[in-house]
């Protein structure tokens, strides 16, 4: 029963909320770090290592374990959060009558819930968009175009052992999305790379939609900025550090929050805007 009564508590839902914000806090550095490799361009080297990453990624079994922890963390501290949301709103139904939210808490402490939505809203039409793709759907493999002879072109797909297969060539066919396979004896001779690098840089170049789903994502990394900056440090004051290192948790917290989310923004407007 008082285990029951703990886990139910304000208390217990604020350090699950501080615990896994930070953990999330960890997996936005690392997914950050491999994102950047975005700005290295649109040329056939650059897109062989961002897919080399991507398939590391969706295939190491320990990136796998943490991937599957992430979803849980994300979905825990969503629900944790509207339930204290809840919480708190039904603890207090009728406003102070001398309240003034302008002066006793910050934008972002007063609008973590909304904030907070906003951001799961990004998250799942994020990974509608590319995890979602990149795991179910038959994905384009990478190519490489090759001058075989003065004046003639052709394309290979690029392979994970370093090799290359003619793409128009009768002799090869791709089979469960990565496999390329001998047409005759249906052997498998190759696997090729997803090319996640291409699906991204086309999504952000649509000529139709590449403006509004930059725009989208800009601002979506505003409200990140803005949750972020309350929730770090009031996840540090969660877990009940309130010592000298303080000031020096809510500078750093301040600097992660503008800094992490400015870089995300600046690659869909580098991919929208370098053609």
Known sequence: MAKSALLKSSLAKKYWMA????????????????????????????????????????????VKLL???????????????????????????VAYAMN??????SFASRNMAVLGTVILIFIVTHMTNFWAKMHFSQMPLQKMTVEVQPGMKQDFYLTTDGGYVPVNDPTYVVKNKT??????????????????????FDFFR???????????YVLSMVVLAFH?????????QSMGVNNKF????????????????????IIPLFIHFTK
């Open 19 to 62: 615990l896994t914000g930070l953990f999330l806090c960890l997996f936005l550095t690392g997914h950050l770090l491999g994102n950047l490799q975005l700005l290295a361009g649109s040329s056939t080297e650059a897109a062989l290592k961002f897919n080399k990453y991507a398939l590391f990624m969706t295939t190491n079994p320990a």
């Open 179 to 200: 496999e390329i396979y001998e047409t005759n004896a249906n052997v498998k001779v190759k696997e090729g790379f997803k090319d996640l690098h291409k699906i991204t």
């Open 246 to 265: 303080t000031p020096a948790i809510k500078m750093f917290g301040t600097g992660f929050a503008i800094i992490v989310p400015l870089l995300f923004a």
């Open 206 to 216: 649509d000529p139709q939609y590449g403006l509004v789903f930059t725009i989208l």
């Open 67 to 93: 991937s599957y922890l992430t979803y849980i963390s994300i979905v825990f501290h969503a629900i944790d959060g509207l339930m204290l949301a809840f919480q708190n709103k039904a603890a207090r139904p």
């Open 228 to 236: 972020l900056l309350h929730g770090f440090q009031s996840a540090f």
């Open 100 to 105: 003034k939210p302008q002066v006793n808490s």
